[in-house]
């Protein structure tokens, strides 16, 4: 029995998002964990990630405003971070550099499929 039907998520695609914002929440408390409490737009971009994979999961209606408010802090903490990081060390770094930057493309991606399928599927929210 895989996890997917343990937790009772009908739509893999809505699993998958689930998971990624589950995930992006984790990463998102580790760097503040990491880097201290200068960085408070991580707390909040780890916040609303859990509670948008909580609603997700529960299929709420509140959870697309979540996902939308989300869409506009990642893209701008993703896009700022991925422009500083190729300003001052470019693609050819260290490869601790080029797996930031890999990282930070596919958030930005998954942010954009995540916003784009969830608003599509807006009615299968309850």
Request: proline share 1%; hydrophobic share 60%; glycine share 8%.
């Amino acid at each position: 029995m895989g996890l997917r039907s343990k937790l009772k998520v009908e739509s893999l695609p809505f699993f998958a998002f689930l998971v990624f914002y589950i995930i992006a929440g984790i990463a998102n408390l580790y760097i503040l964990a990491v880097n201290g409490v200068a960085m408070v737009h991580t707390s909040i971009i780890a916040i609303l990630s859990l509670i948008t994979a909580f609603g997700l999961y529960r299929m709420e209606k509140w959870s697309l405003w979540l996902v939308v408010v989300l869409f506009f802090i990642g893209n701008s903490f993703g896009i700022f971070t991925l422009n500083a990081s190729i300003t001052k060390y470019g693609f050819s770094g260290s490869t601790d550099v080029l797996l930031l930057n890999l990282a930070l493309i596919g958030y930005l991606i998954m942010i954009w499929l995540a916003t784009i399928y969830i608003a599509a599927k807006r009615e299968q929210l309850k």
